[in-house]
């Protein structure tokens, strides 16, 4: 329909409009006459609405060049292709869908073998990663550090995010992220928190708590750590065993929504003949925290790190040393303290004497402590060993088992110290041992805390366990003993 079409259709239907309102104001001339109001508005309909018209009748209607240019107009009609469904999925699916790859660094892991877990086939990428700083966590892998990439169909990577978490309690988390511009990769470092959910569990010990733990669900890395929860307490005696309850309340840590790994243990119970026992993680200043009662004890066996009175490294743990004696090059496995001879010599943590000797051409006097199934401590060159020290003896952390001398293969007087980790040294300044006895106030009062909503969750789980199913044979000696209803 043309312009001038259209307009003269409106305008009809304007016409007809104004009709209608003219016959309704007939019918009703004496009220609107009565009404200066009404007047006054019958007047602006009837001047204002013509003069409305006019003016978009002359705006609406073409010009005279406006109609010589359409006149020129060639109309041309051409169906348009429509492009095949199946062709656009291809496309999508071979070029532009992406999937994301996760992996965890293992030992002795290549670059190349990290490469294939995650499904990427990217030499370009490859190169970029061996040149950069940033990178070396996967360039010269470290074990334990989470991986996550986006990649094509055609196995290029679109992204690749390193997770490195800190080394020490006063640095950050860190992602490390390569993206692809092309044939080009641009690479940014970024502070990263996980995001945490916690988990419970609870159960009966059968065999060990270990497996009874494993058995409903835990995560084997979580429920070996469970006992040392109660180290301490073990150590002196408590002997978790069949029939006895526990529950175990711990962290899994996701990012961007995928699970990466579990965290650490919050809070661990368990009832033994009646007693129950409970152990909670604090962050007591180092990296890894350590588990507490809530009066702020240890619940783990402690060591002192320095056990002798006024000492100083004289000589460190290492792989290869020329000894100051013989001139021999052989490893020196633990720490040289040298320190004024007779001072005191403390015991490292609690345990019980399981060597007494003397050895002319090594340690000179010296004694050895087993504190557990996997460590023990050696005490060489001391000048004499303390009263009562004899084979089979308990000692506690701190208690003083002998005094610095230079018995043995010694130049001066001095503390040869060994820390034995299932019969293996290592070294007793750097090892991740617990060796905080007591938090602080201030520890504390965070312990006490965070401790409050898990104490509520554990007596939850204690709860439901009280509540349990009778056996086939309880139920049955139970309808047997209830007396029958009499029926009315």
Request: charged share 25%.
């Amino acid at each position: 329909m043309s312009a001038p079409s259209i307009l003269a259709k409106n305008l009809r239907t304007v016409g007809q409009g104004l009709c209608l309102v003219a016959r309704g104001c007939a019918r009703s001339w004496d009220r609107v006459a009565k009404s200066p109001y009404r007047r006054l508005v019958l007047g602006i309909t009837f001047g204002i609405l013509p003069a409305s018209v006019a003016i978009a009748t002359y705006s609406a209607y073409p010009s005279d060049d406006e109609q010589m240019a359409r006149s020129l107009q060639t109309e041309i009609v051409a169906p348009l292709p429509i492009p095949s469904i199946a062709d656009q999925i291809t496309v999508v699916t071979t070029h532009s869908a992406v999937t994301t790859h996760t992996t965890m660094i293992r030992v002795n892991d290549t670059l190349g073998a990290i490469f294939s877990r995650l499904n990427i086939e990217d030499a370009a990428l490859q190169r970029f990663i061996r040149g950069q700083t940033l990178t070396q966590p996967l360039s010269t892998p470290r074990e334990g550090v989470y991986v996550q990439a986006k990649v094509t169909a055609d196995k290029k990577a679109q992204t690749l995010k390193i997770f490195l978490e800190s080394r020490s309690a006063n640095q950050k988390n860190s992602v490390v992220t390569i993206s692809r511009r092309g044939e080009r990769f641009a690479i940014n470092s970024a502070p990263f928190v996980y995001e945490t959910q916690q988990a419970m569990s609870a159960g009966l010990v059968e065999e060990s708590l270990i497996e009874s733990a494993k058995a409903v669900g835990v995560p084997g890395e979580i429920a070996e750590k469970m006992p040392l929860a109660f180290e301490r307490a073990i150590n002196n005696g408590l002997d978790i065993s069949k029939g006895d309850d526990f529950r175990v309340i711990y962290e899994r840590q996701f990012l961007e929504g995928d699970f990466v790994r579990n965290g650490k243990i919050l809070a661990v119970s368990v009832t033994h003949h009646g007693k129950t026992y409970e152990s909670f993680w604090a962050d007591d200043g180092t990296r890894n925290g350590g588990f507490y009662s809530l009066d702020g004890t240890s619940n783990r066996t402690t060591f002192i790190r320095v056990p002798v009175e006024g000492a100083r490294v004289t000589s460190s743990f290492m792989p290869m040393r020329r000894h100051p004696v013989t001139g021999v090059l052989r490893p020196h496995q633990g720490t040289d303290f040298g320190a004024p001879r007779g001072n005191k010599i403390f015991a490292a943590a609690d345990g019980v004497i399981s060597r007494r000797s003397f050895d002319k051409r090594g340690f000179g006097n010296y004694l050895m402590i087993k504190h557990d199934d996997s460590r023990t401590t050696l005490y060489g060159h001391m000048s004499r060993i303390a009263e009562g020290m004899k084979v089979g003896v308990p000692v506690k952390r701190g208690q003083v088992i002998g005094y610095v001398g230079a018995t043995g293969l010694a130049t001066g007087p001095h503390l040869h110290y060994e820390l034995r980790v299932n019969n293996r040294q290592v070294n007793p300044l750097k090892t991740s041992i617990p060796d905080k006895e007591h938090l602080t106030n201030e520890e504390k009062h965070k312990l006490l805390a965070s401790a409050r909503p898990l104490m509520a969750r554990l007596a939850m789980l204690n709860r439901i366990q009280s509540v349990k199913p009778l056996t086939p044979r309880e139920a049955v000696a139970k309808e047997e003993s209830t007396p029958e209803q009499p029926r009315s």
